[in-house]
């Protein structure tokens, strides 16, 4: 799909999409204009009854016109208040109150445009992050711009310092130096060598950098989480419908009274007061401005919703379902020993073999003999004829030698692996643990005050899960701890959660955890490999690890649909309320319109309550 396209779909206010939202301005200003122009020069005189028609038609058409489609589709439309209050308007020659309305209509239609793009601005960022266009490298050097959707694997592109990688490839620059954060959250400033992964998303932080594409555009890192976004701006939230149910309602108490009014007045004027004061456009903008509102405040704090659904389910949450791994520990299991085997090689050299062997492995335990080996400040080394075998090991040739790390059976519990050569054997063994995050603690007793019964559901065995527990400390004894669970077993637990009528919300990291994920009422997924398993089955991801980021969505969540019910019941509350002095008499047409587009502009401010957050809740740090 091309990013033309793509602005097409999201329609995010800026770009091409900006100037198609911009284009909405034109109508209220062409209907002002008509409305001053019939007021000064043609209210008095016979032919400004047909200029006021005129301008009203063309000023409406569009109203109409998505009316008779709903209409066609069986749709129940908001509209058709204001399609009766203009025509009631038309047909008592109050031409001046028509126009004020249909100003009113299209005045509301550019502040919810606006409103929208508000609120979707920090996603609109995503998309806006990856260029148009690739620079080829070809014989040694930079030559033209391509179309990046046209961009085959295999072909080598040039990546200047601080330029955004726009693809996915493997770096053939001798070494670079790039800030992954925001794919991955971790502050670090990653330095590659090459024959090293590169993903798009992460920006150059050094010199030029040349990479070989390994992933076409519409399969690379960053398009997926483009992917998401899209996916969650077309979903229709529950809120979305809600408020439709509302406006069957509201209607309906609009024709009674309007047709009380009529009853005891036989005041055409009256009926037309109600239906101006009565259009229902609190209803169509409070819940989208604030649920995009809410996927603003997500954005910022890079956690993905993929569905608008979620801030509902997240709103109605009462139990917290938590994986050990990865999820209230690291889930990146750290060297604690290093245990020399062979005396001819010493702690610094063994580290620098193992990380040039382990450096593009996704095994957790190779990122941890990576990171023991850079906080050692062990030379880097570069291995060639990698081979990994998933379950034995991984091997490769540094300076001629053949090295091989493999976790040995009978070290099997205690997460050690050794590393060995053809000639000498075993030459050293790596000992590895997991830790507890640093707010473990505090979030969980958070999640408790919140309200939330929280259970824990972990493939480790008991004693590792009862140990993790005990690091808890007091707070340990605030969780409902399940070990030794399959896959299987932990999507059971979940399922029996919910026949209990409890709303689960399920917080996993790995592959292991996309049953339960799926099968929770919302799944959120801490995950730095977005093409994971995990990460389909969620509903909520995480670009990092901070479990912090639990309680802010949820508290997000819970903001989000408080400012959208409120938005709508105050916009129907103050409606009502004119419509109710309107039928006694005590509104004029004209005034009602006006204070009418005063209910919308307070509807859409608080709404957009959603997008600007609280200053205590606009970081999750």
């Known amino acids: 799909m091309t990013k033309a396209t793509e602005a ?63 209409l066609v589709k069986r749709q129940f439309a908001l509209d058709y208040i204001a399609i009766t209050a203009i025509l009631v308007s038309v047909l008592t020659g109050e031409y001046l109150v028509g126009l004020v309305i249909v100003l009113m209509l299209s005045g509301g239609t550019t502040l919810e445009k606006y409103g929208l793009a508000r609120a979707k601005q920090s996603l609109t960022s995503l998309t806006n992050r990856i260029p148009n266009e690739v620079v080829l490298w070809q014989g040694g050097r930079a030559e033209v711009r391509v179309p990046i959707e046209g961009v085959a694997v295999g072909t080598e592109i040039l990546v200047r310092k601080g330029e955004v990688v726009p693809l996915d490839g493997e770096l053939l620059s001798k070494e670079a130096v790039f800030d992954e954060s925001s794919l991955t959250g971790e502050p670090y400033i990653m330095e590659k060598v090459e024959g ?30 483009i992917e998401l976004v899209k996916r969650a701006q077309a979903e229709k939230a529950p809120l979305l419908r809600l408020a439709n149910r509302y406006s069957i309602f509201f209607t309906v108490l609009t024709a009674f009274i309007a047709g009380v009014a009529y009853a005891f007045s036989r005041d055409i004027n009256l009926v037309l007061a109600v239906l101006v004061v009565a ?6 903008l409070a819940t989208p401005i604030a649920l995009f509102g809410g996927m603003n405040v997500a954005a910022r704090n890079r956690i993905l919703v993929k569905n ?26 750290v060297v604690n020993k290093v245990e020399i085997l062979n005396k001819q090689f010493d ?13 593009n492995s996704l095994h957790p335990l190779a990122k941890a003999i990576v990171e023991a080996a850079r906080q050692a400040g062990a030379k880097r080394l570069m291995a060639t004829n990698i081979v990994e075998s998933l379950g034995s090991g991984i091997s490769a040739t540094i300076h001629g030698r053949a090295y091989t790390l493999a976790k040995m059976s009978r070290y099997h519990h205690s ?14 063994r790596f000992e590895f643990e997991d830790r507890l995050k640093g707010d473990s603690a505090d979030i969980i007793k958070a999640l408790k005050q919140l309200g939330f019964k929280l259970y824990i559901f972990t493939g480790d065995r008991e004693e590792n899960a009862k140990k993790i527990i005990a690091n808890l400390g007091a707070v340990g004894s605030l969780v409902t701890i399940r ?115 005063g209910i919308d502009v307070l509807v859409i401010i608080n709404a957009l309550r959603a997008s600007i957050g609280r200053p205590e809740e606009q970081s999750i740090h």
């Open 8 to 70: 097409k779909i999201l329609d995010l206010g800026t770009g091409p999409g900006a100037r198609k939202t911009l284009s909405f301005f034109k109508m209220p200003i062409f209907v002002l204009a008509g409305l001053i122009v019939y007021g000064v020069f043609f209210r008095s005189v016979a032919s400004g009854r047909w200029f006021a028609i005129g301008i009203i038609v063309i000023g409406s058409f569009n109203l109409f016109l998505e009316t008779f489609k709903a």
């Open 483 to 597: 070990a030794n669970c399959t896959p299987e077993q932990k999507k059971d637990g979940v399922v029996q959660l919910k026949q209990k009528r409890e709303t689960v919300a399920m917080v996993g990291d790995g592959i292991n955890d996309a049953p339960a994920l799926a099968a929770a009422d919302i799944g959120m997924v801490f995950s730095n490999e977005e093409h994971t398993a995990a990460s389909e089955a969620a509903d909520v991801i995480f670009l990092g690890g901070d479990l912090s980021s639990v309680t802010f969505i949820l508290r997000t969540a819970k903001r989000t649909i408080r400012v959208a019910l409120q938005s709508i019941w105050c916009g129907i509350g103050l409606s009502v309320l004119l419509m109710v002095l309107a039928a006694a008499g005590q509104i004029p047409p004209l005034v009602g319109a006006v204070m009418q587009e």
């Open 308 to 333: 608008l659904t979620s801030f509902e389910a997240l709103a109605r949450a009462t139990v917290v379902v938590l994986d050990k791994t990865g999820t209230i520990t690291l889930g990146r299991p």
């Open 279 to 284: 259009t229902p456009c609190p209803l169509i």
């Open 347 to 359: 702690r610094q050299s063994v580290l620098g073999i193992a990380e040039a062997i382990e450096r």
């Open 196 to 225: 090293d992964q590169v993903r798009s998303g992460t920006v150059n932080q050094g010199e030029a950098a040349v990479v070989r594409v390994t992933k076409p555009d519409r399969e690379s890192t960053y398009r997926k989480i």
């Open 415 to 428: 997460n050690a692996v050794e590393l060995q050569t053809d000639t000498d054997g075993s030459i050293a």
